[in-house]
């Protein structure tokens, strides 16, 4: 992997702010900056070998946070792999998410002993413009759109947008299922906090219902541009097959 002067100068920083998203136990690690591709092992730079020098920069900018990250459980000197699903293949014992929008990379890693999935996304206020909107609101978001002053939607609609892309981050690696944006309904618990709270939950049976209560919870920050969401399964939270409530059954998907 890479050697102690790449890990020295890796310039990913903690985050005390996003580690606000979730439950105590996770690492949440930060860059602001284009990822620097030199800073990648040879193993990793072969995933992104064909691609442009923008998704190079995100992909190491992806890297980067990630070590950074599990460098807090001692976990260092580890190639984070490419699946073919295009997921992180995370050390054993150690789960994470990645999310990256212009100006900002994150990841949040924590072992398996403490959660049991994780899901995290960033995106610029505004980004989702109003012509988009249909695609990513249901009826009842559509109508607390509408309710609100104008000057709030575009905050509004965004974090519905990013509180939908945290939760299929979280549920696609327990699950493998592919979900629609309108599968989802989100409900902010008090809008107008920040940070906050919100609520997810699914507009059909999804095969995550087996594996967590459902509406499942979230947590928002608004911070300079952006908007973050956290989503995260204790591992204590997990429903036993056949639970009572449990589906009778793993947005825009992950780019590692």
Known sequence: MSTSSQFERNPAALSAGLTGLFPAGVAVAELRDPGDPGLLS???????????????????????????????????????????????????GMLGSITHTAGLCAAVVAPRRTLAAVGMDSEIVGHVTADIWPAICGPQEADWLRSLPASERAAAVTLIFSAKEAFYKCQYPVTGEWLDFHDLVVEPAAWGRNPGELSIRATRPIAFAAHARMP?????????????????????????????????????????
């Open 42 to 92: 040879a193993a990793e730079r072969y995933h992104v070998r064909q691609a442009v020098r923008k998704r190079v920069q995100e992909f190491a900018a992806g890297r980067l946070c990630a070590r950074r990250a599990l460098a807090e459980f001692r976990v260092e000197n580890f190639d984070l792999h490419v699946a073919v699903d295009r997921q992180p293949l995370w050390p054993d």
């Open 216 to 256: 499942m919870p979230g947590r928002y920050r608004y911070h300079e541009e952006f908007v973050s969401v956290g989503v995260a399964l204790p591992r204590g939270c997990t429903l036993p097959a056949g639970a009572p409530g449990a589906a009778s059954t793993p947005c825009r998907r992950e780019t590692p």
